[in-house]
């Protein structure tokens, strides 16, 4: 539960910070040991997780139980179910046959550390225990049961990797798509993963219909807010301070928001997207501060 | 169930015709339609799934569950998820950096039909696809949650996942496994996957321990006698009657039971797991014909 600090205000920092640390000791823990075989494998595994990566959809899990008193120990399933959803899809995006890339927050990729074979086999071996970590979250098994649905369905062919394959079809064709068809493109690729994080922390907490509507707003928002700043980035950033490949969208003619729109306006949009995040979080109130933060996070973050 | 005819015996063709056709239909039914979008991703998944395939898995499903009198209602969901958890597994086994594999069940593999990348995020699609579907499973919730933790496992690096990279390990070093090495990799790699569709069944019908323990004996043999069988055959068969590229396992020095024990011991292996077949099974008497017909199809089939 985030901190509660002299006057009531939640201490975001110290909040987000012992969420990290909880959601990096919950990772390393489900992992399989680097000293039990296969160990190439469980060392891929281990690299494509534990190598940095800024554990946004855990802390999601984490600050949205937390609107509902849901205590961290409930939540921790969801969180590493969900990181490792997040990893596995960036293992298998890296492949050759997909957006070939050879570095990773800083890091080789998991085929350049290791081969393709053991990449893809380490994507296929991380989801599997997403759905085994998630099952054994400390709760109602009805409510266990919501979580395997919700997660299986943000990742699966309606979700995560239904838009990695309209990803697939628009790169080289930038032009082909509308703005709403990008739009639709990145709610399925990273919005549905991130609407599952918030929507497995309020099912945890027992959010009502009302507050799980709320809660839906804002993360799609934030799903959309985190991409237009991620190709806005790839335009401006280097690739030292990305930890990848810079300007590669414009390289492969990816569809991208300032392709579409334009710097200025792809900026306007993300300015829109501040508010419609700040007006779903207004129930709340104060306890909403650390996914606010999550929020001004994904529209202002240098990498 | 299966169905009892004239003075009690299972007709066990029936039976076996039933649940294939339940199984094919139940698999249709699961997988996302043709004309919805992203079509080439859809119509990637249900040419992994829907082109042919023995349906041996959801059968041991069915043929387990109808042991403990289970509804086969009751037992759709798993044997679709069993049979998605192995369709993923061959697209991505028949991938160029892996088995690279051109021709399975006589068709196209996937990546041949479509694209690599679209064969990865068709596999990555179908797990996530069997756990959802295993999720909805109508029986107790914390039955189905035994269930999704079941498959799972037997997935994951340790299982499936972990077989299969043991097996990437071996390949082009058939000669440094011992057999009981090389047991052990398809006690992950094929045997896990098995085991979990003969337990599932036993876990939706409420099945004991003891009988868990007993069929897991049966499950165990199974999946060797079908490895065991299978090398015999890469090494008889031709291409034509396989549905898939014969003479590969030597091509590749993979490490196989004919390479390691010779052709009559691995026979020999063959008839010590079909005795180990019918000793596990005899506690349950004549209701275990379906089960015991799936063990001689397993020593016994020409392709």
Redesign the interface.
Known sequence: MAEIVAGGAVDVDASMAQWRARADAALTAAL?ALDT??R???AA?RHAVLLGGKRMRPMLVYATGALFDAAPARLDAAAVAVELIHA??LV?DD?P??DDDALRRGQPTVHIAF????A??A???L???A??AV??APV???V??QL??T???A?????M??G???D??ATGAAKSLSISELEQLHALKTGALIRAAVRMGALIGHADDTALAHLDRYAAALGLAFQVRDDILDVEGDSATLGKTAGKDAAQAKATFPALLGMTHARERLDELSRTLADALAPFGAAAAPLAALGDYAVRRAH
């Open positions: 399989p075989a296969p190439r494998l469980h595994m596995y899809s298998h492949l046959s997909m081969d393709e074979a053991t893809v086999l994507g296929d071996a989801q599997s225990l759905f085994d099952a054994l109602e098994p009805a266990a049961l395997v649905r997660l299986a369905e990742a699966g062919a309606a979700g990797c239904g990695q394959a309209l697939l079809a």
